[in-house]
């Protein structure tokens, strides 16, 4: 760490624990993260989702429905949510960040968590919060000397159970079934699974026990914390125990939007993951409905299954007393598409693929359970929870506070950016726009029925150079 930068945080510290002489008076931070989480919940207007608990909190708090993730793919989005900064496309971004952190020359900002831990906070992060479960790299990612995030955590866990290291969990079904590597037919495993079974039976269960027991470890501390707990699924395999699929069966789900291939150029993504890298036995949801259904109903299985392990959470910051002073923010670090637009994963930059769910919930905030329809970013986050927690918020995050839309759900947000390796997106209350690095564009506008069925971008030249202006304005943070 280059001096002046560790005299900067020193420093940092030093006045926030000298403030009032105790840090346990600083609210405390509860980070939840779930993996591949479209805003698939009843709290969020799909009625046939079973998720009361995420219900409740979105119910205590602000639920933000128009919250966009910055890039869709894991490694890249985790990056934006625990930097605070844009930057590169790719799973392994936060992992060439930790190499750049071992340059003697290298002056690289703190993450959201090191900012907290070196303002007084214990950090502690359960699951998977950073691309990889538990945070480290290595040979079936389980090198603890190879950190994802350095400085970032006083602790980091992982439990691996029956599926033995942290890359088994990340893709594994009932009693400790791992995903082959490779995509070869016999390198396999089935794309989702209902079994009879204990929650820990799967391997979500295994990360929710963890998360309670640091929970009640720091609720009893006179240090305020801040503790990260990251649910796997519904990521694939969509696996989950047999009692979350029965309230599912026979359920009439309504009909996939736009489940057509876009016959012009876009960021469409031929799902190669789910295609390619599963059992199917044949059948294909792009044109087999009752089998696209049946999908679609083992990914709310799943949704379910984590809803639950999250109320058991909650119900365990209330059960402390702790709730009175922890803020709650549930994220979901980027969507998925279910069959919109005939694809079924993410990568690409349409709505399905950027648009997740962030709930925010503080003691005392005003107009709880109203929601805001501001468009706002995973950036922002970072700067929100210094402002909630009365820390400096840094000038190297390139979000906005949150703060004006949690005092009133009416404020107006701002315009929101995403990106892949081939193109970029703005996001505005009204239109999206893309911008290809070859130079073509996409226009929709989301007041239109067709929204993103019809590219408009050749019926209005100027509005396009409006967009394009503000989206190479924003670009411009780019890492």
């Given at each position: ?9 020193f ?10 002489g ?5 609210k ?22 079973h ?19 910055n ?47 070196v303002?007084?906070y ?44 942290p ?25 989702m ?8 039976d ?76 599963y ?6 949801p ?11 109903r ?23 007393g ?87 759900p009416?404020?107006?947000?701002h ?35 067709k ?18 202006e ?10």
């Amino acid at each position: 760490m280059p001096i002046a930068f560790a005299l900067l945080l020193f420093s940092i510290y030093s006045q926030s624990a000298r403030a009032d002489g105790h840090e346990s008076t600083k609210k405390n931070i509860l980070l939840i993260c779930v993996d591949d989480l479209r805003p698939e919940l009843k709290s969020f207007g799909v009625d046939y989702i079973h998720s009361p608990n995420i219900d409740r909190l979105a119910a205590s708090g602000r639920a933000f429905h128009n919250h966009y993730v910055n890039a869709p793919t894991c490694g890249a989005s985790r990056y934006t949510m625990l930097t605070g900064q844009y930057g590169p496309y790719g799973n392994q971004s936060l992992f060439d960040r930790a190499e750049k952190l071992d340059s003697p020359d290298a002056s690289i900002p703190a993450s959201m968590p090191e900012w907290f831990r070196v303002n007084g906070y214990k950090t502690v992060s359960v699951g998977k919060v950073s691309h990889h479960p538990g945070g480290w790299g290595g040979e079936d990612w389980y090198d603890h000397n190879i950190l994802e995030m350095p400085r970032a955590w006083d602790r980091q866990l992982m439990p691996t159970g029956r599926w033995k290291h942290p890359r088994g969990a990340m893709h594994s079904l009932i009693h400790g079934e791992i995903k082959p590597i490779g995509s070869f037919s016999e390198n396999k495993m089935e794309v989702m699974q209902s079994a009879e079974g204990e929650d820990t039976d799967y391997h979500d269960g295994l990360i929710a026990d963890a998360g309670l027991e640091q929970l009640e470890n720091l609720v009893e501390s006179h240090t305020p914390f801040f503790l990260a707990i990251g649910f796997i699924k519904p990521h694939l395999p969509f696996g989950s125990p047999k009692r979350y699929m029965d309230p599912y069966e026979g359920v009439e789900l309504p009909p996939i939007p736009h489940p057509e291939k876009p016959d012009w150029q876009s960021t469409w993504h031929a799902s190669g993951e789910f295609m390619n890298q599963y059992f199917h036995h044949g059948q294909d949801p792009r044109k087999d409905k009752d089998y696209a259904d049946k999908v679609r109903r083992h990914y709310a299985a799943c949704v379910s299954y984590v809803d639950h392990h999250v109320g058991e959470i909650l119900a365990k910051l209330k059960e402390t007393g702790r709730d009175k002073d922890t803020i709650v923010v549930l994220w979901g670090d980027h969507g998925w598409h279910l069959g919109e637009h005939g694809i079924w994963g993410k990568h690409c930059l349409f709505e399905e693929a950027l648009r997740s769910p962030l709930i925010i919930s503080s003691p005392g905030m005003k107009e709880p359970g109203t929601k805001s329809n501001a468009v706002v970013e995973t950036v922002d986050l970072f700067p929100t929870l210094c402002e909630l927690t009365g820390l400096e918020q840094p000038d190297f995050a390139h979000g906005t506070s949150l703060l004006p839309q949690i005092e009133n759900p009416n404020a107006k947000g701002h315009t929101a950016l995403a990106y892949t390796g081939r193109a970029q997106t703005l996001r505005t209350d009204r239109y999206r726009f893309v911008l290809h690095k070859d130079g073509y564009v996409e226009l929709y506008d989301h007041i239109s029925p067709k929204r993103e069925t019809q590219n408009l971008a050749g019926e209005n030249p100027a509005l396009v150079e409006e967009l394009k202006e503000i989206l190479l304005t924003k670009t411009s943070k780019l890492n």
